[in-house]
Structures are given as C-alpha cells and as structure tokens.
C-alpha cells in the first residue's frame, strides 16, 4: 500500500498514557469549531519492547464532532477531528491494538469552544454598465467601489475594486 501524505504530530495536542493501568480521564486542549486537527495518544509507556500499534478507533459520545480518520502508527493513535457544537464537551474513547496482541483503552475528554456565526444576508445594491448582468456573489469585498451606495459591477459580473 502507498502511503498518500505524511504529517506531523502537533506536541500540544499529544496526551501520553502513564504506565498506570487504571487512570484518570484525559484532557485535550480546548479545540474551536474550526479546527480540522490531529489529536493524538501515546501508548507507549504501556507497550512491550517491539511492541507497536497496528489498528485502532476513536469513538465519541454527542452529536457534532466528526472523526474523519484514524491513524496507528508506532505508539501513537491520532484521530483526524472536525466540528463539535459550541460550548460542549465531548467524552473521547481511544481504542488501540498491538501487533502482540495487546488492547489498550484510553478515555479523554474534549471541549469545543466558540460561537457559532449566522449567515447575515443584506441585499447590496449595485451598477452595471450593460443591463442584466449581475453579480456572481451577492457579498462585495471590502475593497469594491461604492457610488451612493450602490457598488459598481463589471460586465463579467465581477464588483469593481480598488
């Protein structure tokens, strides 16, 4: 199999398993609702010596956070995460095996931070120079020409700029 990308790990949202069989319940930085990243555990403190993480899978409990993929390799699980609902925390379940055989478990939880922005839609008024072209996005830019309020438009439909 081909390996199509290669990433790497962010330190700050790599939370590491303690040789302790029974733990508290992990904490991952705060994430926002736009981000798109890896969150990754490392079990490394609990493999053998030539011990290594050959599958795994994330799951979640509440509805809004997505994980797109999950990833074994070496001693780290990474889940590729996205979405969430605002202000809520999801409680993560890690779930790894080895290529000795080994089942490892690792709970944490996440907290989804941000407001969610509402689509505001105005309607601009605009000058064209031929008549029924309009403009492809209704939204102009910030550096569009506006004459008595009214932006102008070029005849491809695209809002005239400085």
Do not use: C
Request: proline share 4%; charged share 20%; glycine share 10%.
């Amino acid at each position: 199999m081909k390996r199509l990308m290669k990433y790497s790990l962010h330190p700050y949202r790599i939370y590491e398993v303690s040789k302790k069989i029974f733990q508290n319940i992990g904490v991952f930085p705060n994430k926002t609702l736009s981000d798109y990243l890896d969150y990754s555990v490392d079990f490394s403190q609990r493999l053998q010596k030539g011990e290594r993480l050959i599958s795994g899978r994330v799951r979640i409990e509440g509805a809004g956070l997505i994980v797109t993929s999950v990833v074994a390799e070496g001693s780290y699980l990474t889940a590729f995460i996205k979405g969430g609902e605002a202000n809520e925390t999801y409680y993560l379940s890690y779930q790894a095996q080895s290529n000795l055989g080994g089942s490892f478990i690792q709970e944490l939880v996440m907290s989804v931070v941000g407001r969610k922005e509402k689509a505001i839609k105005k309607k601009y008024s605009f000058l064209t120079f031929k008549p029924g072209i309009k403009p492809s996005d209704t939204t102009p830019p910030l550096n569009a020409l506006r004459i008595n309020g009214r932006y102008l438009v070029t005849d491809s439909g695209f809002f005239m700029g400085i």
